[in-house]
């Protein structure tokens, strides 16, 4: 697909709909632009979600890694 784009005072390039569509690109998804030899390409930027823990949930994290600690020891100690 081809289609002529302008560029706003801004700097701004409006997509197509029908462009978008094609490229499967929806409103707050966030792209790479990056220049090639043939021009600027764009692409989607893998994301993914970050969780920041509060000291309670790093203490349930805690709690149930000792408990498979213990629980592998017990299953070790039984194979012997």
């Known amino acids: 697909m081809r289609m002529t784009l302008s560029v706003s005072g801004r700097g701004l390039i409006a997509l197509p709909a ?3 569509k094609a490229a499967g690109i929806r ?6 632009a990056e220049t ?6 764009l692409r989607p930027a893998v994301t993914l979600p970050v969780e920041i823990y509060s ?3 790093i203490a349930e994290f805690d709690a149930a ?5 213990q629980a ?4 070790r100690r039984a194979k012997k």
């Open 27 to 32: 409103p707050q998804d966030i792209l790479i």
């Open 55 to 57: 000291g309670e949930r």
């Open 72 to 75: 592998l020891a017990r299953v």
């Open 18 to 20: 029908a462009m978008r």
């Open 36 to 41: 090639t030899a043939e021009g600027i390409l």
């Open 65 to 69: 890694e000792s408990e498979l600690a």
